[in-house]
Protein backbone atom coordinates (compact mmCIF):
# COMPACT_ATOMS: atom_id res chain seq x y z
CA UNK A 1 0.00 0.00 0.00
CA UNK A 2 1.51 2.98 -1.26
CA UNK A 3 1.04 5.99 1.50
CA UNK A 4 3.00 8.33 -0.60
CA UNK A 5 2.04 8.58 -4.60
CA UNK A 6 3.84 11.02 -7.33
CA UNK A 7 1.85 10.06 -10.18
CA UNK A 8 4.19 11.97 -12.98
CA UNK A 9 7.38 9.75 -13.28
CA UNK A 10 8.41 12.52 -15.08
CA UNK A 11 8.21 16.05 -16.35
CA UNK A 12 10.07 18.41 -18.65
CA UNK A 13 9.56 21.84 -18.42
CA UNK A 14 11.09 24.67 -20.38
CA UNK A 15 14.25 26.97 -18.86
CA UNK A 16 13.01 30.09 -17.34
CA UNK A 17 8.80 28.74 -17.06
CA UNK A 18 7.41 26.88 -14.00
CA UNK A 19 7.79 23.81 -12.66
CA UNK A 20 5.05 22.23 -10.62
CA UNK A 21 5.75 18.41 -9.50
CA UNK A 22 3.05 16.82 -7.58
CA UNK A 23 2.24 14.10 -4.73
CA UNK A 24 -0.74 12.64 -2.85
CA UNK A 25 -0.94 11.13 0.45
CA UNK A 26 -3.41 8.54 2.01
CA UNK A 27 -2.19 8.73 5.83
CA UNK A 28 -4.00 11.23 7.82
CA UNK A 29 -1.60 10.63 10.16
CA UNK A 30 1.44 12.63 8.78
CA UNK A 31 2.67 15.94 10.02
CA UNK A 32 5.26 16.86 8.03
CA UNK A 33 6.08 17.12 4.38
CA UNK A 34 9.10 17.35 2.55
CA UNK A 35 10.44 17.30 -0.90
CA UNK A 36 13.87 16.60 -1.97
CA UNK A 37 16.20 16.09 -5.05
CA UNK A 38 18.40 13.69 -5.89
CA UNK A 39 21.01 13.90 -8.38
CA UNK A 40 22.24 10.64 -10.10
CA UNK A 41 25.20 8.95 -7.58
CA UNK A 42 24.96 11.42 -4.45
CA UNK A 43 22.05 11.24 -2.13
CA UNK A 44 18.86 12.77 -1.95
CA UNK A 45 19.40 16.68 -0.23
CA UNK A 46 16.69 18.20 1.65
CA UNK A 47 14.61 21.50 -0.43
CA UNK A 48 11.63 22.31 2.01
CA UNK A 49 9.29 21.06 4.20
CA UNK A 50 5.50 22.01 5.03
CA UNK A 51 4.13 21.26 8.21
CA UNK A 52 0.28 19.98 8.36
CA UNK A 53 -1.56 22.44 9.68
CA UNK A 54 0.17 25.32 7.23
CA UNK A 55 -0.72 25.66 3.34
CA UNK A 56 2.12 26.91 2.29
CA UNK A 57 5.70 27.27 2.68
CA UNK A 58 8.02 29.37 0.77
CA UNK A 59 11.92 29.31 -0.11
CA UNK A 60 13.73 31.73 -2.77
CA UNK A 61 12.63 30.04 -6.11
CA UNK A 62 10.61 26.87 -4.20
CA UNK A 63 7.02 26.97 -2.70
CA UNK A 64 5.58 24.33 -1.46
CA UNK A 65 0.94 24.01 -1.50
CA UNK A 66 -0.34 21.44 0.55
CA UNK A 67 -4.12 21.05 0.06
CA UNK A 68 -5.03 18.48 3.37
CA UNK A 69 -9.03 18.22 2.32
CA UNK A 70 -7.47 16.67 -0.77
CA UNK A 71 -4.55 14.99 0.59
CA UNK A 72 -2.54 16.48 -1.87
CA UNK A 73 0.96 18.75 -1.84
CA UNK A 74 2.82 20.78 -4.87
CA UNK A 75 6.24 22.21 -5.16
CA UNK A 76 6.33 24.98 -7.50
CA UNK A 77 10.14 26.19 -8.75
CA UNK A 78 9.87 29.72 -10.58
CA UNK A 79 11.81 30.39 -12.71
CA UNK A 80 12.86 26.81 -13.60
CA UNK A 81 16.79 26.80 -13.85
CA UNK A 82 19.00 24.20 -15.58
CA UNK A 83 20.52 23.08 -12.26
CA UNK A 84 16.90 22.26 -11.50
CA UNK A 85 17.23 18.92 -13.92
CA UNK A 86 17.43 16.18 -11.11
CA UNK A 87 14.40 13.48 -9.17
CA UNK A 88 12.00 15.22 -6.81
CA UNK A 89 10.98 13.10 -4.25
CA UNK A 90 7.91 13.91 -2.03
CA UNK A 91 8.63 12.71 1.72
CA UNK A 92 5.82 12.29 4.90
CA UNK A 93 6.60 12.23 8.11
CA UNK A 94 3.97 10.18 11.03
CA UNK A 95 2.93 12.27 14.35
CA UNK A 96 4.60 10.93 16.81
CA UNK A 97 7.75 12.91 18.22
CA UNK A 98 10.00 11.87 15.20
CA UNK A 99 10.29 8.33 15.91
CA UNK A 100 9.29 6.93 12.42
CA UNK A 101 11.35 7.38 8.98
CA UNK A 102 10.02 9.05 5.68
CA UNK A 103 7.99 7.35 3.40
CA UNK A 104 9.14 8.49 0.04
CA UNK A 105 7.04 8.60 -3.19
CA UNK A 106 8.68 7.38 -6.33
CA UNK A 107 9.87 10.68 -7.63
CA UNK A 108 9.50 12.50 -10.76
CA UNK A 109 12.15 13.22 -12.55
CA UNK A 110 12.35 16.99 -13.71
CA UNK A 111 13.80 17.53 -16.73
CA UNK A 112 14.40 21.35 -17.54
CA UNK A 113 15.03 21.96 -21.42
CA UNK A 114 16.92 25.33 -22.35
CA UNK B 1 28.06 17.64 1.21
CA UNK B 2 25.28 17.12 3.39
CA UNK B 3 28.12 16.11 6.48
CA UNK B 4 26.77 12.28 6.13
CA UNK B 5 29.99 9.92 5.33
CA UNK B 6 29.20 6.71 4.35
CA UNK B 7 31.55 3.57 3.60
CA UNK B 8 32.19 1.22 1.07
CA UNK B 9 30.94 3.66 -2.11
CA UNK B 10 30.03 0.51 -3.98
CA UNK B 11 30.73 -2.98 -2.50
CA UNK B 12 30.03 -6.07 -4.96
CA UNK B 13 29.94 -10.10 -3.29
CA UNK B 14 27.71 -13.35 -3.49
CA UNK B 15 24.88 -14.60 -2.44
CA UNK B 16 24.64 -16.52 0.73
CA UNK B 17 27.48 -13.83 2.34
CA UNK B 18 27.85 -10.98 5.14
CA UNK B 19 28.29 -7.51 4.39
CA UNK B 20 28.64 -4.06 7.03
CA UNK B 21 27.98 -0.51 5.66
CA UNK B 22 29.22 2.13 8.00
CA UNK B 23 28.00 5.71 7.94
CA UNK B 24 29.44 8.23 9.93
CA UNK B 25 26.02 11.57 10.80
CA UNK B 26 26.69 14.95 10.92
CA UNK B 27 28.62 16.79 13.92
CA UNK B 28 26.10 17.02 16.23
CA UNK B 29 23.29 15.02 15.11
CA UNK B 30 22.18 11.81 17.46
CA UNK B 31 19.82 10.34 15.00
CA UNK B 32 20.82 7.97 12.57
CA UNK B 33 18.45 6.36 9.84
CA UNK B 34 19.09 3.54 7.19
CA UNK B 35 17.23 3.59 3.79
CA UNK B 36 17.49 0.70 0.79
CA UNK B 37 16.60 2.32 -2.54
CA UNK B 38 16.01 -0.30 -4.93
CA UNK B 39 15.01 -0.41 -8.97
CA UNK B 40 11.92 -0.63 -8.59
CA UNK B 41 10.73 0.92 -5.29
CA UNK B 42 11.68 3.99 -3.72
CA UNK B 43 13.26 4.65 -0.96
CA UNK B 44 12.18 2.53 1.89
CA UNK B 45 12.88 3.05 5.79
CA UNK B 46 14.91 0.16 7.46
CA UNK B 47 15.36 1.29 11.11
CA UNK B 48 16.31 4.30 13.14
CA UNK B 49 18.95 4.54 15.84
CA UNK B 50 18.73 7.93 18.65
CA UNK B 51 21.38 8.01 20.91
CA UNK B 52 22.89 4.43 20.50
CA UNK B 53 18.82 3.16 21.35
CA UNK B 54 16.86 1.36 18.32
CA UNK B 55 14.00 4.06 18.12
CA UNK B 56 11.67 2.68 15.18
CA UNK B 57 11.68 -0.06 12.63
CA UNK B 58 10.60 -0.01 8.64
CA UNK B 59 10.74 -2.35 6.68
CA UNK B 60 13.57 -4.54 7.72
CA UNK B 61 14.26 -7.93 7.38
CA UNK B 62 15.50 -10.01 9.65
CA UNK B 63 18.72 -10.73 8.31
CA UNK B 64 19.55 -7.07 8.34
CA UNK B 65 20.73 -5.63 11.72
CA UNK B 66 22.01 -2.55 12.43
CA UNK B 67 23.45 -0.72 15.74
CA UNK B 68 24.97 2.40 16.56
CA UNK B 69 27.99 3.18 18.36
CA UNK B 70 28.94 5.39 21.55
CA UNK B 71 30.48 7.71 18.89
CA UNK B 72 27.36 8.15 16.98
CA UNK B 73 28.53 6.37 14.18
CA UNK B 74 26.53 3.70 12.96
CA UNK B 75 26.62 -0.15 10.64
CA UNK B 76 24.05 -2.01 9.13
CA UNK B 77 24.55 -5.52 8.75
CA UNK B 78 23.39 -7.59 5.87
CA UNK B 79 23.28 -11.26 6.26
CA UNK B 80 22.78 -14.39 4.19
CA UNK B 81 22.41 -12.07 0.98
CA UNK B 82 20.40 -12.74 -1.77
CA UNK B 83 20.45 -11.56 -5.37
CA UNK B 84 17.34 -9.27 -5.02
CA UNK B 85 19.57 -7.49 -1.99
CA UNK B 86 21.26 -5.31 -4.52
CA UNK B 87 20.22 -2.08 -4.26
CA UNK B 88 21.75 1.40 -2.87
CA UNK B 89 21.56 1.83 0.62
CA UNK B 90 21.55 5.49 2.40
CA UNK B 91 22.33 6.67 5.59
CA UNK B 92 20.89 10.08 7.00
CA UNK B 93 21.00 11.84 10.09
CA UNK B 94 18.91 14.40 12.13
CA UNK B 95 18.90 16.95 14.93
CA UNK B 96 15.93 17.71 16.00
CA UNK B 97 15.04 14.01 16.89
CA UNK B 98 13.09 14.01 13.87
CA UNK B 99 10.17 16.39 15.05
CA UNK B 100 10.06 18.62 12.03
CA UNK B 101 11.30 15.24 9.63
CA UNK B 102 14.32 17.20 8.28
CA UNK B 103 16.83 14.37 7.35
CA UNK B 104 20.47 15.11 6.13
CA UNK B 105 21.30 11.66 3.67
CA UNK B 106 25.00 10.55 3.00
CA UNK B 107 25.78 9.69 -0.48
CA UNK B 108 24.82 6.02 -0.54
CA UNK B 109 26.20 2.42 -0.54
CA UNK B 110 25.89 0.76 -3.98
CA UNK B 111 25.56 -3.25 -2.84
CA UNK B 112 25.70 -5.74 -5.66
CA UNK B 113 25.11 -9.44 -4.94
CA UNK B 114 26.12 -11.38 -7.74
Known amino acids: DQQVKQNSPSLSVQEGRISILNCDYT??????FLWYKKYPAEGPTFLIS?????DKNEDGRFTVFLNKSAKHLSLHIVPSQPGDSAVYFC?????????????FGKGTHLIIQP | DSGVTQTPKHLITATGQRVTLRCSPRSGDLSVYWYQQSLDQGLQFLIQYYNGEERAKGNILERFSAQQFPDLHSELNLSSLELGDSALYFC?????????????FGPGTRLTVT
Open chain 1, 91 to 103: AAKLSGGGADGLT
Open chain 1, 27 to 32: NSMFDY
Open chain 2, 92 to 104: ASSDHRGVRGEQY
Open chain 1, 50 to 54: ISSIK
